[in-house]
């Protein structure tokens, strides 16, 4: 059954945010824009935390930013929780305690990247396959900072027309593509089995399972509806879509760094120049 998705609209945040300096112009590729979101949410970092590690390119400058100011002695009693099998053992290698939801349920802070982030804040994760993990931690998380740069910022989920994960168990993976495909052909939906590049193989996550990856022409609408729905079917595993999860979010663009954060009903937007954070870059 197709997704119902002529429905009412959603509420949206309030915005309130002072109008953004006037910033000199700076020369930065899109790794120092990444760096430099993930060092400024790191500034959230405070000794005694337990604090979600995230996966990806963006995330492992915030794990070494970490790392660095634990062997500097600016942090202490830092206990990481890492959302994949890579970050733990980046993590590892640079001498970051680690543990688990096991022993720490309730998470201080999680810092994480995104593959897409819409106005409202909601997230698609899991391009790099870690999506069932981070969303187990980040949903743990007392706070959630997301961390980009400003090519990740679109006008709905799914509007980069890139891939939407769904985590599916082995079994009869082909069935759950054609029932996904189906729940969103109103949106023009397409998808396939994400495969290894290198030898064509199924790709496998850390749990052992397979990724279906979603495309999709239109808006889907409503994403509570969108969610409850895939979920919904058996042999799903998890979906991508972060959904209201994000506290604030960190965008680095070529102007500056934008700060978008949650207060209540509203969405406070900060603004920075990169010449008032240089330290430690």
């Known amino acids: ?58 995330a492992k400058h915030a794990v070494d930013r970490i790392a660095h100011l634990l062997q500097q002695g600016k942090l202490k ?11 733990h053992e980046q993590a590892v290698s640079l001498g970051i305690p680690l543990s688990n939801l096991d022993s720490h349920p309730v998470v201080d802070l999680a810092i ?13 994760k899991g391009r790099g396959g870690s999506l069932l993990r981070e969303k187990m931690i980040e949903s743990a998380s007392k706070k959630f900072i997301v961390i980009v740069d400003e090519s990740k910022l679109v006008n709905y989920v799914g509007g980069s027309r890139l891939a939407m994960p769904v985590e ?14 189906s729940l ?27 990724i279906i990856d979603l495309y999709f022409e239109k808006d889907i609408g409503d994403l509570k509806e ?8 058996p042999g799903i ?11 604030s979010v960190i965008v680095a663009g070529v102007d500056g760094v934008t700060v978008k954060s949650k207060v209540g ?10 010449n008032d954070l240089r330290n430690g870059f």
């Open 237 to 247: 595993v998890e979906h991508g879509m972060f959904i209201g999860l994000a506290t």
């Open 112 to 124: 994480d990247g995104a593959d897409e982030v819409d106005p409202e804040l909601n997230l698609v």
């Open 168 to 181: 599916v168990i082995p079994f009869c993976w082909n069935h759950s593509l054609t029932r996904l495909v």
């Open 226 to 233: 969108a969610s409850d729905a895939i979920l919904r079917l």
């Open 184 to 210: 969103f052909a109103y949106a023009g939906c397409v998808g396939e089995l994400r495969k290894y590049a290198e030898n064509g193989e199924a790709f496998v996550t850390d749990n052992g399972n397979y």
């Open 77 to 87: 009693d830092i206990v990481g929780i890492p959302t994949s099998t890579k970050t």
């Open 1 to 58: 059954m197709a997704v119902a998705h002529a429905t009412i609209e959603p509420p949206t945040l309030m915005v309130s945010s002072a109008a953004p300096p006037l910033c000199p112009s700076v020369n930065l590729t899109q790794d120092d824009l990444k760096k430099i979101a993930a060092y400024k949410a790191v500034e959230h970092v405070k000794s005694g935390m337990v604090v979600g590690l995230g996966t990806g390119s963006t």
């Open 265 to 274: 009903n509203e969405l406070e937007v900060d603004y920075f120049c990169y």
